[in-house]
């Protein structure tokens, strides 16, 4: 199927063309690790996932390389400040980085490189920048000379000679140009980590990590580039201007990245306070509850973090998989639904190509959601097998392109109770009167004594549970 997707490069949604087409190579820049990640990192993942998921299941085979900063001045910090090697505490925190990627539902990887283990390649491209004239070196520190390299700006659309130097780039004596970056930059004896070098013992810099990582698994020119919107520039500016000076030909085709998530109308950073961690909010809600969050609005716009989206998403799920329910006890017969089989094809279809077009996760959802309310509609009437094959075609496509539907539908829907308890504040002392109350409810709706299943459902609400009796004689409840 044609894939379009918007590249930043060209500021234009094309039609997506991969150099090889049995192989789409895909790069994502990933977190650092110096500490757990929090949710505006979770969407940056997420996105990356998707793209991963869809790309595969439209039929495409995939590289994808996520990478791990795992050489960076926050993570000398917090290793002095615990009395430990950097590397011992970059590794504990790329397994929690694992982990709540885990609980995010996302694919692996195909290779999830680190800065540490990819050094000969970062000092070998850094030689090749030096050797091509497009580097140099001042006491033991190396700077890519940006002006050399005339196409700079061609992806962030910066004039550089309109910077404001001292806000958007460093300014450091030593450079020949005040936009000029570190590729390599001298050990100081308190950091406790380095490398051997031709330029002396040191580390390198942040941009050069990623080019160097891209070509050693991908190679010099690559399919898709992903990232957030924020490191557009100067990251991916300066990606672009180290691979192409260093590899004599172009770095990637296709650019892609996903925009802020914002705590009310600020984007969220660790400067402003307001961050939530992947484990908290996962601990006290679910990894579905926050990836559905994430996928609720298109990747390129953005995305406000509130109660509300909690709450859309919470209900959404629900409707999901009580349907998902249904459609997995379902009873065909032989019966003549082909206009509505038909329909599902059609609806399936859609689907399809609303994924296709630049990863619309937001239209794909909404046709999904009318398949849903016409199987609910239809399941307590005549429907035929092919019907019911239909809809679980869309359910196993949504599921494998987005990770928004779930295999245990049953699990997913008690995680929400909880969910929604969370969210309201209600007390967790009367968990076992409820639960009790529940079987009970259903012992007197067995036995047609609907005073007591009445009374039952009053004391409940008072309880703030909500119980929904469903059209195939179950139940499922919530917290209010």
Known sequence: MEIKVFNNLTRQKEIFKPIDPNLIKFYSCGPTTY???????????????????????????????????????????????????PKEHADEFIRECAKDMECLGMLPATVTPTVSETMPEIITMIEDL??????????????????KFTEYGKLSKVVLDSLQHGIRVEVDGQKKHPSDFVLWKPAKPSEGWSWDSPWGKGRPGWHIECSAMAKKHLGKTIDLH??????????????????????????????????????????????????????????????????????????????????????????????????????????????????????????????????????????????????????????????????????????????????????????????????????SGTSSDNDAEVLLLLEERKEARATKNYKRSDEIRNRLNELGVVVKDNPDGTATWSYK
């Open 35 to 85: 500490n757990f990640l929090h949710v505006g990192n979770a969407r940056a993942l997420v996105v990356a996932d998707l793209f991963h998921r869809t790309l595969k299941t439209l039929g495409y085979n995939v590289k994808f390389v996520r990478n791990y900063t795992d050489v960076d001045d926050k993570i000398l910090e917090a290793a002095k400040l615990r009395g430990i090697h």
């Open 130 to 147: 030096i050797k091509n004239g497009y580097a140099y070196i001042v006491s033991g520190e190396v700077y890519y000379n940006v002006p």
């Open 226 to 423: 992903h990232g957030g919107v924020d490191l557009m520039f100067p990251h991916h500016e300066n990606e672009i201007a180290q691979s192409e000076a260093a590899n004599g030909c172009p770095f990637c085709h296709n650019w892609a990245h996903n925009e802020f998530l914002n705590f009310g109308s600020e984007k969220m950073s660790k400067s402003l306070g307001n961050v939530v961690t992947i484990r908290k909010f996962t601990e006290s809600f679910s990894g579905a509850i926050l990836r559905h969050i994430l996928l609720s609005v298109h990747y390129r716009s953005k995305l406000d973090w509130t109660e509300d989206a909690i709450s859309k998403a919470i209900g959404e799920i629900e409707r999901i998989h009580e349907c998902a329910v249904l459609v997995t006890n379902a009873h065909p017969i032989d019966c003549d639904d082909q206009v509505e089989v038909e329909s599902v094809k059609n609806s399936f279809k859609l689907i399809q190509e609303e994924m296709a077009n630049d990863f619309n996760v937001p239209a794909a959802m909404g046709t999904f959601f009318g398949v849903i309310k016409d199987f609910n509609r239809r399941v307590l009437g005549d429907i035929s097998k092919a019907y019911i094959e239909e809809v679980k075609k869309c359910f196993y496509f949504m599921r494998d392109a987005t990770g928004l539907v779930h295999d245990d539908a049953i699990s997913v829907l008690k995680e929400l109770n909880l969910a929604r308890k969370h969210l």
